[in-house]
């Protein structure tokens, strides 16, 4: 069974060997002892007697290692800090594989990594995220069916949720095109700092749409033009990958079937219902920031980071930025609850190996580490 090992005591064994060897360097040289001077006359050469040495056995050769390169995406800093601590870790856990981080925001990656590809210098290692159907489709990524079946773990419910191995199914055939890390939803973000001084409970499991627009209308508060306090903000619920969630939440969804659809159904009573939800929650309850007084927030940390917004909907991967928050508390709560349940995007993540990798074995060996 694949063990855990925290990343402080990761790096402890890092820095530890690494100790080690600095100091085994830096330690003095002792010279050797010169021979006692006895005064006796020297014997003649040629009676000398013949110096004998034990035989030296030839030392081991090094062991080669083999560098990956591994293209990801960071859309903060903190973020950025995360990838590049996660190798950091591999690469100190082990002395036969090193890993390049390649790592810049998520809008040039696919450019980039389309140049590459077309180039014939793919990375080793992508992670996974669906702007790479096009590239999948071509056949840019192997089917890591291979590697899988070498580790039982992998295949043991037990240890590794085997419902995260479908959405790696991408051609709707039983290859497995990416190693699935987890999977992420969406979320409710709340400023407790802002719910206490407006006397409202904090979010609970039972929490539906109405109530979530009644506490974000006891936390708004405004002054002049522009918003002082916000009770929400839209800024990720405006894309088309989260606003479905109310249709789904409604009854219906953007269209008819997610495989095989055959019309547009955002016509429909209850789309347009959800759909005016979100408008009104900007233009008519005036709980949320319009564009303007959006940018102005992004000037100030960020929505929620600005600390004038209570309930924030985005994804878990918030997480890994909203740690560095010290002004206020915050927390997790599950999302609001509509007429027909709690629908949420869901997405998975993992690293792929390209076709065009020289040392997809070496890859295969990061990938499974940090799975």
């Given at each position: 069974m694949l063990g855990k090992i925290s990343r402080r005591d990761m790096l402890k064994v890092g820095g530890g060997s690494l100790l080690g060897a600095l100091l085994g360097a830096c330690a003095p040289t002792t010279p050797s002892a010169p021979a006692p001077t006895t005064g006796a006359s020297e014997a003649p050469v040629d009676e000398a007697p013949e110096a004998t040495q034990a035989p030296q056995e030839a030392a081991p050769p090094a062991a080669e290692t083999v560098e990956v390169s591994f293209m990801m995406w960071a859309w903060s800093p903190e973020n950025e800090q995360f990838e590049r601590e996660r190798v950091d870790m591999f690469n100190q856990s082990q002395g036969e594989v090193v890993v390049n981080p390649v790592i810049m925001p998520y809008g040039d990656l696919w450019t980039k990594l389309d140049i590459l590809i077309a180039s014939g210098e793919a990375p080793d290692s992508v992670w996974y995220d669906f702007a790479a159907y096009p590239l999948i489709a071509k056949g840019e990524f192997i089917d890591l069916s291979p590697y899988v079946e070498t580790v039982p773990e992998m295949l043991d419910d037990a240890v590794y949720d085997q419902n995260f191995w479908e959405p790696t199914k991408m051609l709707g055939d039983d290859r497995k095109l990416a190693l699935p890390i987890g999977g992420e939803g969406m979320n409710l973000f709340y400023n407790l700092d802002l719910l206490d001084a407006a006397g409202e409970a904090y979010p609970t499991d039972?929490?539906?749409?109405?109530?979530?627009?009644?506490?974000?209308?006891?936390?708004?508060?405004?002054?002049?033009?522009?918003?002082?306090?916000?009770?929400?903000?839209?800024?990720?619920?405006?894309?088309?990958?989260?606003?479905?969630?109310?249709?789904?939440?409604?009854?219906?969804?953007?269209?008819?079937?997610r495989t095989k659809p055959t019309k547009c159904t955002l016509d429909t009573p209850e789309a347009v219902e959800a759909l005016q939800f979100l408008q009104d929650l900007i233009y008519e309850h005036k709980v949320a920031p319009d564009p303007a007084q959006a940018s102005v927030l992004a000037d100030q940390g960020g929505d929620f980071a600005s600390g004038r917004v209570a309930l924030f909907i985005d994804g878990a991967w918030d997480v890994v930025s909203f740690r560095g928050i010290d002004r206020f508390e915050w927390d997790i709560a599950l999302l609001p609850k509509g007429p027909q349940g709690r629908p949420s995007p869901f997405w998975i993540g993992g690293p792929m190996i390209a076709t065009q990798s020289k040392n997809a074995d070496a890859a295969w060996e990061w990938s499974k580490w940090t799975a």
């Open positions: 039972d929490l539906t749409w109405d109530d979530f627009l009644a506490r974000a209308q006891a936390t708004t508060k405004a002054e002049g033009d522009m918003g002082n306090q916000f009770g929400t903000s839209l800024a990720w619920l405006s894309s088309w990958w989260a606003w479905s969630l109310l249709l789904q939440a409604n009854g219906v969804d953007i269209v008819d079937s």
